[in-house]
């Protein structure tokens, strides 16, 4: 039996580390994406989840960013208590705050696609403040249409019941989590990594 001694083309130095930041990036959200405050007036709770997306989107790009939020999907759908109360495997990808689990790759990707203008990721932090801002509410918008489109769907609500009990009780916390997000990112401390 022969051995062939051709040599193995390595995995480029920028792909491992932007693997390995998506994976971080999933790996926290993994964290303290379950942290989360019941709302006496609504099915879904109030958790840092968006925040996270919303850092995706900036520091990943839409490629790594989407990756990231997929790494995070996958590791709830396995059995990984990653979700909103703790909560893991596919029981919440299809419950009632399903919608919302789903949008979180897309938004990213949209997020992305916005500060970075396409897949060469830029430094965020230069990026014109309203280009931010439009991307963050871009991708909010996108997280309330899917999720509570997906709960009037599901629980048969009429579609003002949906944004009264999905969507308008979030919007003073996703404002905040838009500001905690672009602080981040113009603190400095999480740069994207350049080709």
Same mark, same amino acid.
Not at 14 to 33: D, I
Not at 178 to 186: E, H, T
């Given at each position: 039996?022969?051995?062939?001694?051709?040599?193995?083309?390595? +995995?480029?130095?920028?792909?491992?580390?932007?693997?390995?930041?998506?994976?971080?990036?999933?790996?926290?959200?993994?964290?303290?994406?379950?942290?989360?405050?019941?709302?006496?007036?609504?099915?879904?709770?109030?958790?840092?989840? +968006?925040?996270?997306?919303?850092?995706?989107?900036?520091?990943?790009? =839409?490629?790594?960013?989407?990756?990231?939020?997929?790494?995070?999907? $996958?590791?709830?759908? +396995?059995? $990984?208590?990653?979700?909103?109360?703790? !909560?893991?495997?596919?029981?919440?990808?299809?419950?009632?705050?399903?919608?919302?689990?789903?949008?979180? =790759?897309?938004?990213?990707?949209? %997020?992305?696609? %916005?500060?970075?203008?396409?897949?060469?990721?830029?430094?965020?932090?230069?990026?014109?403040?309203?280009? +931010?801002?439009?991307?963050?509410?871009?991708?909010?918008?996108?997280?309330?249409?899917?999720?509570?489109?997906?709960?009037?769907?599901?629980? !048969?609500?009429?579609?003002? !019941?949906? %944004?009264?009990?999905?969507?308008?009780?979030?919007?003073?916390? !996703?404002?905040?989590?838009?500001?905690?997000?672009?602080?981040?990112?113009?603190?400095?401390?999480?740069? =994207?990594?350049?080709?």
């Amino acid at each position: 039996m022969a051995t062939h001694g051709d040599s193995v083309d390595l +995995v480029d130095g920028t792909v491992v580390r932007q693997f390995a930041r998506a994976a971080v990036l999933a790996a926290l959200l993994g964290a303290l994406g379950p942290i989360s405050i019941p709302l006496p007036f609504s099915l879904a709770p109030v958790t840092l989840q +968006v925040l996270f997306v919303f850092l995706a989107g900036l520091v990943l790009g =839409p490629v790594w960013g989407t990756a990231s939020m997929l790494l995070y999907l $996958a590791a709830g759908a +396995v059995g $990984a208590p990653v979700f909103a109360g703790w !909560e893991a495997g596919l029981g919440p990808l299809f419950g009632q705050t399903g919608g919302f689990l789903w949008s979180y =790759p897309i938004a990213a990707a949209l %997020i992305g696609a %916005i500060v970075h203008r396409g897949t060469d990721l830029r430094d965020p932090a230069a990026v014109p403040l309203p280009v +931010v801002v439009l991307a963050l509410a871009a991708a909010t918008v996108l997280i309330y249409a899917m999720g509570t489109a997906y709960a009037a769907w599901l629980l !048969e609500l009429e579609a003002w !019941e949906a %944004i009264v009990g999905f969507a308008l009780p979030f919007v003073p916390g !996703e404002l905040l989590k838009m500001a905690a997000a672009i602080a981040i990112v113009n603190g400095g401390r999480l740069e =994207p990594i350049q080709a």
